[in-house]
């Protein structure tokens, strides 16, 4: 048994959302029970114990839009890069990488960005990969790298005709043998889908190719009007919008995870919700990209089932939180807006899409719950409950704040030292990685 107390528990729990001096019990890859320090530690008094000091003892933290394969992208310099809109960045930076990564750098890529994932205490994430150089065995790679460090992993390769058909349908049938692998796997931490880049690189042809190699009981992930081109290429090529050649398709549904959806009308959002298809908002990613602002307020009025992901732009969902809270209010000129939907999108919704891929309940402390649970150093300047911790992790926390990160019962992280790898050796051999790739990428020997 692993027993975390003394330290202020927030369980995202109706029923005792909140115990002032409080304990989470452990066993095995499940959470046991909740309560106070005192009656969960004579629950077993030989169990392992690690101690709070005080601070925040809370679910950790989901991410249902990644990008690992952009790790090697930080302080890159591409030579003749000068982007001039959203197609140049795909062209000139991400598809360039993406052409250029070798089986070990996208191992290191999903090294780097998993211990980054256990420093900010998330350890459930929804991955959107991309490795047109190096399709084959590119999800089981990054599986690999999950297991070991003990991340809870949704993942998928990204199809797209860009690079022609032969690499078109070397993607699906990644996806197919990932999809199968994920759902013959007993751990409950692994899941598959069928990924797809965005409809304006995607052919009638693939998209039937994608249709007929889909597992059952699995959907789409897919970038949705993330660009205004996008939406531009559909009307021209297909004569319709895009969310309704995703319907026209069969993409649309409740295993299907559409990523920004910043060009969508109203029409798309009735679609969307009728077939119950969820959404994942990627708030700094869209303002980098200078893409625009998605209609997310609305969508969440509406009841779409909305989340909230980073898109690689970064490995904290805290900072996630800040830039949507502000995001929307400047747009909508409203100071009033996202206090509560951003909240609702990632620590309810989150969950809630998690739960559509992985058996066990996530982002909960509660009896039967996956045992995933973050202890934050945070000592609040004013009074702190379950009525207005949100605003503290607004306006006072980062992910950084996170001492410790268990997932699946196994202690990832305790006292800021990552515990499932030499973090030193990690990074030396990431930045060699790195240096080859970008090496690769300039046409330098």
Same mark, same amino acid.
């Given at each position: ?324 809270? +502000? /995001? ?5 000129? *409203?100071?009033?807006? @996202?206090?509560?939907?951003? =909240?609702?999108?990632?620590? !309810? %919704? ?13 982002? +909960? /402390? ?5 045992? *995933?649970?973050?202890? @934050?150093?945070?000592?609040? =300047?004013?009074?702190?409950? !379950? %009525? ?13 704040? +996170? ?43």
């Amino acid at each position: 048994m692993l027993i975390i107390g003394n330290g202020k528990l927030f369980t995202r729990n109706s029923v005792a959302a909140y115990i002032e001096n409080g304990a989470v019990a452990m066993e095995g890859t499940k959470i046991l029970r909740t309560g106070t320090t005192e009656e969960i530690r004579q629950l077993d008094a030989g169990a392992q114990y690690i101690d709070a000091k005080g601070g925040i003892i809370m679910p950790a933290f989901i991410n249902t839009h990644e990008h690992i394969y952009s790790a090697m992208a930080r302080g890159l310099s591409i030579k003749g890069y000068d982007p001039r809109g959203f197609l140049d960045i795909l062209d000139g930076q991400w598809w360039n990488i993406d052409r250029h990564l070798t089986l070990e750098q996208i191992r290191y890529s999903a090294v780097d960005t998993m211990i980054s994932c256990i420093r900010n205490g998330v350890t459930t994430i929804f991955d959107h990969h991309a490795s047109f150089g190096q399709i084959k065995d590119s999800l089981f790679t990054i599986a690999d790298v999950a297991k070991e460090l003990g991340i809870r992993a949704c993942l998928c390769y990204e199809v797209s005709d860009r690079d022609g058909k032969d690499k078109a349908k070397e993607a699906v049938l990644e996806n197919e043998a990932f999809i199968r692998h994920a759902q013959a796997d007993d751990t409950d931490m692994l899941a598959g889908m069928m990924g797809m880049h965005a409809q304006f690189t995607i052919s009638d042809e693939t998209m039937e190719l994608a249709a007929s190699h889909k597992p059952a009981d699995t959907g789409y992930h897919i970038h949705v009007a993330e660009g205004i081109e996008d939406l531009h290429d559909c009307l021209k090529k297909y004569g319709k919008r895009i969310t309704d050649r995703l319907m026209d398709w069969g993409i649309l549904g409740e295993k299907t995870l559409l990523g920004h959806c910043i060009y969508v009308n109203s029409h798309e959002m009735d679609l969307i919700k009728d077939t119950g298809t969820m959404v994942v908002h990627n708030p700094e990613s869209n303002m980098g990209n200078a893409c625009g602002c998605p209609p997310t307020m609305e969508m969440v009025r509406r009841g779409i089932l909305t989340g909230l992901g980073t898109d690689g732009y970064t490995h904290d969902m805290t900072e996630s939180y800040k830039v949507a809270n +502000v /995001l929307h209010k400047h747009h909508l000129c *409203d100071p009033s807006a @996202a206090w509560s939907e951003v =909240p609702g999108m990632l620590f !309810e %919704n989150n969950a809630a899409i998690a739960g559509r891929y992985f058996k066990t309940p996530v982002g +909960v /402390l509660k009896e039967g719950a996956a045992a *995933d649970v973050i202890v @934050a150093d945070y000592n609040p =300047p004013t009074q702190m409950d !379950e %009525n207005n911790l949100n605003g503290h992790i607004l306006f006072g926390m980062t992910g950084r704040d +996170v001492v410790t990160t268990v997932a699946n019962g196994r202690v990832l992280m305790k006292d800021r030292e990552v515990l499932v790898t030499d973090v030193d050796r990690a990074m030396a051999k990431c930045r060699e990685e790195a240096g080859k790739l970008w090496k690769s990428i300039n046409g330098e020997s």
